[in-house]
């Protein structure tokens, strides 16, 4: 049997992003003893809920009111809508006979944009580019429109994409063409400056300030080149006429040295050919007188001797012929067997962290088992980050888990999520999970149709408390035959409790 009884002042409640509602409880004590109870909210809406007396002590059949008070922060993650909530009412000498009073909070609508331009100036001659960023910490999606304008009208800003969605916590990129109206040869460059504008429903509009430098066509110092090649030009045409009037001035003195070395080239011929006339003559005269003398000693002789017997010599030549046998030598070939080298992998065990992602998969729910924590494995305080890889089988959801240990508390300030894969369909959603609820409230949802990364600052901190889990579910039910996988990237400051 119930020991008290609740009431609301109000059961449906309204609070904007960053503002404070309340509601008082009124509890009554319907036991026949003095009894002490304690006052508290639970559901989602408990991690931003202050309770002004926790403990009531009440005599039989009195009452007292306490004040509930809800503070939602502005943060792009709490997303707008009706959450219910419930003020818990336990006896200590009677906590079965515990009492639940439910209501709704309603979250509103806020949006909240910050661009930057990348670069801020540019610097062309016919044209100039600018790259534009525009962070959205809303906690509903935004059309935003980009336009440029330029008050003396001198340049011509063409935006591309002209509109984006921004999505809650994301940031989109958008490029500008700026094309001078008119160009000039030379002088000085010229400095313009212009408007980049954002503007979109219920938000103020971003107005950027921005600067054009055009340069000239003709770069500085374009025109003394341009005279020296002209001057170059007309010394090589001038060049040119000089040698060619030398070589017409010279020419008729080389045609006559050139007739005068024929004509004594064809002298030298014609008294080397009577020299070689008289030669012939002189050794025809030496021939005769050499056969005239020798008839004379021939008729001497015979005159002398009546009987002359002359023995011809005969000579034997003899020939020799030495054929000498070619030699052929035989050319050895080696070949040398390959050699098979077999590559020797070697695995190194990677060291054990403190963060534990336990994954599983089904084909038609998710099974994750919580890793225990245990003081032995408190963060230490100071910056922290780590990572979880999640990876699913086409068709099933698999899930990575991140328990804040006992006695520490994790501030996140930036998470990062990196596509591995391709997979049309499927996706990768971020949550937290507090201690005891049961199951994780999702915050992000990104698809992994397309290998991309995002990076997903946080100006107001995540605070996750001791017990609660970071939860990364991916979903690769989206049909075919490709396995899906991702990677979170996670840090922040870990604070460590006092007593933990």
Not at 186 to 207: E, H, L
Request: charged residues 15%; glycine residues 6%; aromatic residues 4%.
């Amino acid at each position: 049997m119930a020991s008290a009884v609740i009431l609301l002042s109000e059961q449906n409640l309204f609070a904007e992003p960053g503002g404070v509602v309340s509601c008082q409880v009124q509890v009554h004590n319907v036991s026949s003893i003095v009894e002490q109870f304690h006052v508290e909210v639970v559901g989602e809406t408990a991690q931003w809920a202050t309770v002004e007396s926790e403990v009531i002590s009440l005599f039989p059949n009195t009452s007292r009111e306490t004040v509930v008070t809800w503070n939602p922060p502005k943060v792009w993650y709490v997303h707008p809508g009706k959450i219910p909530f419930g003020i818990r009412v336990v006896a200590v000498n009677n906590p079965n006979g515990s009492v639940t009073e439910e209501g709704l909070l309603e979250i509103g609508e806020f949006r909240d944009l910050k661009a930057e331009l990348i670069p801020e100036v540019t610097i062309g001659r016919r044209r100039g580019k600018l790259g534009l960023a525009i962070d959205s910490f809303s906690n509903v999606a935004v059309t935003a429109t980009v336009s440029g304008r330029d008050q003396s009208d001198t340049l011509q800003i063409v935006p591309k994409p002209k509109q984006l969605e921004l999505l809650p916590g994301t940031t989109s990129f958008t490029h500008l063409r700026i094309l001078p109206r008119r160009r000039y040869l030379r002088g000085p460059q010229r400095n313009s400056r212009f408007k980049v504008t954002v503007a979109a429903d219920n938000v103020d509009p971003i107005v950027l300030d921005a600067t054009m430098l055009q340069k000239p066509v003709l770069p500085k110092g374009s025109l003394l080149i341009l005279a020296a090649l002209i001057m170059l030009g007309v010394w090589l045409l001038v060049r040119n006429e000089i040698k060619n009037a030398a070589v017409a001035a010279i020419q008729p003195q080389l045609a006559n040295q050139q007739h005068q070395n024929i004509s004594n080239q064809m002298k030298l011929n014609q008294l080397s050919k009577t020299a070689t006339k008289a030669s012939k003559q002189a050794s025809e005269a030496t021939k005769k007188a050499s056969i005239a003398a020798s008839i004379a000693v021939r008729k001497s002789k015979s005159s002398a001797t009546s009987t002359t017997t002359t023995a011809a010599p005969t000579t034997t030549t003899s020939t020799t012929t030495t054929t000498a046998a070619p030699t052929t030598t035989a050319a050895s070939a080696t070949t040398a067997a390959p050699t098979t080298t077999t590559p020797t992998t070697t695995t190194t065990a990677a060291p054990t962290t403190t963060t534990t992602a336990v994954s599983s998969t089904t084909s038609t729910s998710t099974t994750t088992t919580a890793p225990p924590t245990a003081a032995g494995n408190q963060l230490t305080p100071g910056p922290y980050s780590n990572a979880i890889s999640v990876a699913a089988a086409p068709g099933q959801v698999s899930q990575g888990l991140f328990v804040v240990p006992t006695g520490n508390e994790l501030d996140l300030t930036d998470i990062i999520i990196e596509n591995l894969t391709q997979v049309t369909g499927s996706t990768v959603q971020v949550g937290i999970q507090p201690p005891g609820a049961p199951s994780p409230k999702y915050f992000f949802e990104m698809s992994l149709s397309q290998l991309t990364s995002q990076d997903f600052p946080l100006s107001t901190p995540l605070v996750l408390p001791q017990g609660a889990t970071f939860v990364i579910t991916v979903s690769c039910s989206g049909g075919g035959s490709s396995a899906c996988g991702t990677n979170v990237y996670f840090g922040g400051t870990a604070q460590l409790l006092s007593g933990g």
